[in-house]
């Protein structure tokens, strides 16, 4: 084995260790804490403390994307993953000086997208992202539709309930609005004992309303994620070696039929 093969090996074994996984979350969790400290206002001393300490942080980073890199043995597939392009080129980014010049906002937003290199790390936190991702084209037909109710909604509002509360229902944007907000829960029990003190029967409206938005299509969406996210679950068993349940269950099958084959006269012994 060759010297570079056997530092590639090292920086491999390093990068897939779990203590130093761990002690990459606990540096990206310290990180947020830095983040949420420079919102204080603390004295100068404090201050510097924390300046410090950030370069300490996205040195720390820089040197943890060289080991991931080091250790992978073929250098091209390193950036085949966007995860890894993402921690690249935030930690390449974090390195730019840009705290005394009119990019000074720029920098420190880069700073806090290093709280998402998370995700990168934690592969359970990578599947629920993926799998919301892979979603969005179902959840794209389900927002078309729950978009339809929630305009036929806001023209009846506006049209019968704008003299009522013109700031509620005014017109169709604001109507919107005050549908989102029975949508979510949020007093909407003011806004309709308000419209009932005109209209005594739009209690219905708001029923059917929340029956449609709160109940349905909230519901469906909740669904689709969860398929979603129980297929990527399943394809990543299938890529790791583990058996699915419906191959389980096959192999169950087959092994039923096979004691069936050897012992043909069990099913015969009648049942006392």
Known sequence: MSQSEA?????????SNKVFELFVVGIIIFSAVMIGARTYDVPDSVSRVVFFLDWFITIFFLCEITIRFLGEKNKKDFFKQAWNIFDTVIVIVSLVPVEDSELAIVGRLIRIFRVLRMVSIIPELRMLLNSL???????GYVALLMFIIFYIYAAIGATFFSEINPSL???IALSLLTLFRVMTFEDWTDVMYETMEVYGYSWFYYLTFIFFTAFAFL???IGIVVNVLEEEHQEQSRLDGEPTMAEVYQELQELKALLKQQNPQTESIPKE
């Not at 530092?7 to 990068?15: D, P």
């Open 133 to 139: 991702i892979k979603a969005l084209p179902r959840l």
């Open 219 to 221: 519901n469906m969406i």
């Open 169 to 171: 229902w005014g017109d």
């Open 7 to 15: 530092l590639q090996n090292r920086f491999e074994k390093i990068r």
